[in-house]
């Protein structure tokens, strides 16, 4: 298996080869994490493309302070943030504001993955960041440019609105 450092090494070269294996390395958990914040398939594609067009293009600025995976995560973030929603979840957002009817079932992981989507922009990007991916809010609110207290509050309201839409169903 290639090391990080060999990979980089030799997209830095630009060999094809060693970008495609970058690209295959890490394009299923960026492509996620931009659909999570995006809700939006179409959207997530085109940030993932945009995002590594970014990597290849300024690997060479790659200092090494946090691995690879990490340093592509945020580009991913940042563009993600700025795309623009779809009309499709934005009919979601109505319908679960609505008060979709989800039976008397267990909320499985469908039903909260598409609360998830329902959220709005901010509290979802904040929510996905620090509950799925890990993020503290430091780091959230370093990657977003908000500050740490904004990140706290997002989050709470976030988990509170998760919350009543899923108790509602």
Known sequence: MTTEAELIAGCLL???????????????????LAYRI?????????????????VFSHLDQFRGDATLGAWIKRIVVRKATR??????????????QAGVDWGQEAIN?????????????????VFVL????????????????ISEGTSKSQLFSARKRLRDMLNRH
């Open 14 to 32: 630009h060999d094809p080869s060693a970008q495609r294996r970058l690209y295959d390395r890490y394009k299923r958990a960026m492509y996620t």
């Open 38 to 54: 995006t809700g939006d398939f179409d959207s997530a594609n085109d940030v993932l493309q945009d995002a590594f067009i970014e």
């Open 83 to 96: 795309q623009k929603q779809v009309t499709h979840w934005q009919e979601l957002d109505t319908d679960i």
């Open 109 to 125: 992981a469908a039903h909260l993955e598409a609360a998830i989507l329902a959220l709005p922009n901010g509290f979802r990007t």
């Open 130 to 145: 620090a509950e799925v991916e890990g993020y503290t809010h430091r780091e959230i609110a370093d990657m977003l440019g």
